[in-house]
Every structure is written in C-alpha cells, then in structure tokens.
C-alpha cells in the first residue's frame, strides 16, 4: 500500500550536499509534514508514495534552499546611495548619517520585505540577519514565510534606535523573548565590530550568549586600518583580543575575515569559530580579498554573505559563490583552490553549521526541513550542461531559479514569489524611502 506524503518533487538531477560530492540522476524528494521523508529513484517513488501533490523537474537541479551567512537586509532600501566609497568613508559620511535620520522600526520592516523577496527569487532560503529594530526583522521575515536568524545588535554608542549597549541588549532580548518558539525565527547575539564594542560589552555578550546557548555574529578583520587601530589601541590584533575576552567558540561567526594572517587563523580554527565570507561587498570596498582556501585548509567553517545591498549591491548568492570561487584561484594562482562541489556547500550545509542548523537545513537528507531550490538549467544559456554543479557556480544565476520551498511549502512557483505582499507594494515602499532618503 502507498504511503501518503504531501509533496514529491521529481528532478533531473538532486544535490544532497550530505554526501559530500554526490549527484543524484532522476531521482525524487518525498515531504510530509514540512520534512523530507526520502530521497530515491523515481521509480521507486511512484510506487512507494502517494503525493497530495507532485512537481515534475525535467531539466532542473534541485538543491537545498541556500544560505546567507550574512546580510543588513534593511539596507536594501539604501541600494547604491553611496557607491564607489572605501569602508570607513562609506560609513562615515553616507551610511551612518542616513541611518542616523531615516532608520525606524518601519523602515526595517519594509526594508526587510523588499530585501527577503528578492532573496527568496534568488533561492535564499535562511538569512542571517544583523540590523537595528530586530523585532521588525523577524515580523518581515515571519510575513515572507522566509527562515532568519535575526541579530541582537549590540553597539557602545547611541543611535535613534537604542541609547547604550545595555538598552541594545534589553531590546534584542524582548525581540527574541517575543518571538521564542517561532518555526522561522530565531536569534543571535551581532555586536557589530571589535572597534565599536568595549572589553566590558564583549564580555558581558559572551555571557548571555553562553547562558542561552546563542550564536555571535560580529564583523571582523574587515580593512587593515581595522588591524592598525586594534594594535595602537589594545597592543593585538582584534581576534586575539577576543579570544582573551572569552568571546570566540564554536558559536562564533566572524564577518569578513579579510584580513587574516597565520596566527589569527590558528585562532578561528583553534576556537571552532566560523567565518561568513562575503566577496563582492569586499571587492566593492576595496577591503581585500579573504583567505579562503588557507581557512578551509585549517579546518575552519566558511560560509557565504551578501552584506547589504548598500555595499553589494545584490542579495545574490549565486553571484557570491561564483566570485568567491573565482577569487579563491586568482589569489592563490592555483586552478583547484575552490571546487564547485566545495562552493555550494559553503552556500548550504557549511553555513547551516556555523548557524547551529545543521541538524535542521543545509543538505536534503530524511528528516531534515523541506528547504529546497530548483534551478532550471533548459535554457540556451546552460545548455550542454556536462557537470550540474559546474553549472551552479559558474553558469547559473538567479534568474534560472523556478522554485523554492521552506518547510514544504512553496514560496516561489516558476519563477513567481507567492509572497502574500504583491510587487507593487514592494516598489511603492522602494518609492517612498528613496524619497525620503534623498530629501
């Protein structure tokens, strides 16, 4: 007799993830109840199951839904204000003085909707977020049905939003106590950057973030000027003062990481820390090109970041996993740094561990949370296509995605968001901001 599942997806071809390195051929994911209950043959499915609905994938790729490790996704809304700035000139004379006079919980909010709708087109499944007013955050990404992990931001001076790093802290922690037990949502402790947070701060995020078993998520190693201050002001560089902290471990990821010399990766991988690497924002700003290949060859967790779309300025992974591959061979002159294989589950699995999430999403395995991708690879611009994951990294974009589930449910069909707030409110937010911003 036929066993009764929600949802079977047929495709072309399947990427699990976990194994490492398998392609599967004209095989099906079966779902019930938001979860993968198998992954076979086609065949094998047809007699084993009986779907309340079937999606046949002819030329597709299935994948799980991707991760991004990193973003301010509000800052859509300041999509190219001040482009072609270094780092600190950006903050400091654009950035900061328009977040100083614009920044409210409903800037956040439709910020966040316009940022989790072009994500969701694009295949991005979870964001890790890190902005101000992380209650709007999460109500965005509850309402776009999108997974977060939204960011208590943690800073030492004041902002519109919170007064000292104490009331940023009592904020984030009624944000998360609101949104406790929320399928999609849930919270991490994101001091913004070793050179805006005391010793004092750190050390007391650490221990919240220990007593409520919280991932950090905090900028570092950005700019070398980043690396020149720590020294003159603390007498070591910044990951070093964290260790001393007692702020580095396994739940620990660190934005950037451009700047990276031996012994600070002997600390994140001594430390089980992660890094979100995040190659177009950092090419943009001229920051540097992150080590890569000499993390991963430590054994230390990289996943991929967007960054804002400010400082991007796209909320692409496809576009991160192509650059990060390619910058990881031209900066070690070597072919084989960054294999696809290796890149996409940087984008999936790899940033489902530094997230804690593993367990949950990252690779299409029994068990694990229906988040999946289809990319269509029937066009003229993929065809031949002779290794699907090749394809993936360096031929796909996101404009090849087709569909997308969260926990099994489809939130983008050929193509098509299935958001509950249509496009014309989406630009009719993007109108009245970018108004407002240039005012």
Known sequence: MSQPVDLLVNARWIIPIEPAELVLERHAVAVAGGRIVAVLPQDEARQRFEPDRTTNLPEHVLIPGLVNLHAHSAMTLMRGIADDLPLMRWLQEAIWPAEGKHVSRAFVREGTLLAAAEMLRGGVTTCN???????????????????????????????????????????????????????????????HAPYTISDATFERVASLAAELDCPIHVHVHETAQEITDSL????????????????????????????????????????DCSIAHCPSSNMKLAS??????????????VGLGTDGAASNNRMDLFQEM????????VSTLDATALPAHEVLRMATLDAARAL???GRIGSIEPGKQADLCAVALDRVETRPCFDPVSHLVYVAGREHVSDVWIDGKIVVSKGISSLQICDKELLGFAAVWQTRLVS
Do not use: C
């Open 129 to 191: 977020e890190m902005y101000f007013h992380p209650d709007a955050a999460a109500e965005a990404f509850a309402e776009a049905g999108m997974r977060a992990v939204v960011g208590m931001t943690v800073l030492d001076f004041p902002t519109p939003y919170a007064s000292d790093a104490d009331d940023y802290l009592r904020k984030g922690l009624a944000a998360r106590d609101k949104w406790r037990g929320h399928p999609l949502v849930d919270f991490a402790f994101a001091p």
């Open 232 to 271: 003159a002001r603390h007498g070591m560089r910044p990951l070093a003062r964290l260790a001393g902290l007692g702020i580095l471990g396994s739940n620990v990821i660190g934005v950037h990481g451009v700047h990276l010399d031996r012994a600070d990766i002997d600390i994140l991988s001594r430390y």
């Open 288 to 301: 540097g090109i992150a080590p890569i290949a000499a993390l991963r060859r430590a054994g230390v967790r």
């Open 322 to 329: 192509r650059q990060a591959a390619l910058l990881a061979k």
């Open 356 to 358: 804690g999430l593993d």
